[in-house]
C-alpha cells in the first residue's frame, strides 16, 4: 500500500536549536510537499520538490530549509528554532502538481521552548 | 490568485442529520476539485474529487457535485454518524493557474449520539 511516513512523532527542541523532520514516501510519486498546520490557519505549504535535487519555495518557507535526497526522501531543517515554529508538520506525496489526490504522512508535533 | 472558503469554521450535528460543508472556490482555469477529511491524531485523507462541471463525486456516504456556474463544490451527506467526527478540508487544483493544489481553511465537524 502506498505509504507516506514521516519521524519523528513528536520532538521537542530549545530556541536556537537545530531540527530535522524526516519523511520517506514509497508512492513512486513525482511531488513531496511540506505543510505545517496551526489552529485558524488550516494547512500551509511550505517547500515541495518535483523530484531528487529540486527544491521549491511554497507560501510560508521563511526559517525553513528543506532538501529531496532520493525520489523517496526529503527533508526540512530548521537551523535556528523559534517558538513560532512549534506546530504540527505534515509531509505529503502526489503524482502531478495540481491535479491528482495527495497522501499525507500522520505529522510530526514539534515544540519549541 | 486561486482560492477556496470555506465558510463553516465548525458544524454541530446529531447523529442521523443531514450534513452540508459549503465550499466555493475562484479560479483562473478549470480546476480539479477535492475533499479531503482529517480525523485526530492522523494527516488529511483524500476523500474524493471531481473534474468537470455537474461530475459527482462520492465516498464513504459523502458526496458533492461540481457547479461551474455557482463556482462551489459543497459536500453533503445525507446521515451523519458519530464516527464522522473529523475535519474537511475542500481543495483545488488548477493546472493552468496555480502551481499547487490550495486548500481552504477546513471545517470541523462534531457529530454526537
Known amino acids: 500500500e502506498a505509504a507516506v511516513t514521516q519521524s519523528p512523532r513528536n520532538k521537542v527542541t530549545v530556541t536556537g536549536g537545530n531540527v530535522t523532520l524526516s519523511c520517506r514516501q514509497t508512492n513512486s510519486h513525482n511531488y513531496m510537499y511540506w505543510y505545517r498546520q496551526d489552529t485558524g490557519h488550516g494547512l500551509r505549504l511550505i517547500h515541495y520538490s518535483y523530484g531528487a535535487g529540486n527544491l521549491q519555495i511554497g507560501d510560508v518557507p521563511d526559517g525553513y530549509k528543506a532538501t529531496r535526497t532520493t525520489q523517496e526522501d526529503f527533508f526540512l531543517l530548521l537551523e535556528l528554532a523559534s517558538p513560532s515554529q512549534t506546530s504540527l508538520y505534515f509531509c505529503?506525496?502526489?503524482?502531478?502538481?495540481?491535479?491528482?489526490?495527495?497522501?499525507f504522512g500522520s505529522g510530526t508535533r514539534l515544540l519549541v521552548i | 490568485g486561486d482560492s477556496v472558503t470555506q465558510t463553516e469554521g465548525q458544524v454541530a450535528l446529531s447523529e442521523e442529520d443531514f450534513l452540508t460543508i459549503h465550499c466555493n472556490y475562484s479560479a483562473s482555469g478549470y480546476p480539479a476539485l477535492f475533499w479531503y477529511v482529517q480525523y485526530p491524531g492522523e494527516g488529511p485523507q483524500f476523500l474524493f474529487r471531481?473534474?468537470?462541471?455537474?461530475e459527482k463525486g462520492s465516498s464513504r456516504g459523502f458526496e458533492a457535485t461540481y457547479d461551474k456556474g455557482t463556482t462551489s463544490f459543497h459536500l453533503r451527506k445525507a446521515s451523519v454518524q458519530e464516527s464522522d467526527s473529523a475535519v474537511y478540508y475542500c481543495a483545488l487544483g488548477d493546472p493552468s493557474g496555480g502551481y499547487k493544489v490550495v486548500f481552504g481553511s477546513g471545517t470541523r465537524l462534531l457529530v454526537s449520539p
Open positions: 505529503a506525496s502526489s503524482d502531478q502538481l495540481a491535479n491528482s489526490d495527495y497522501t
Open positions: 471531481a473534474s468537470r462541471d455537474k
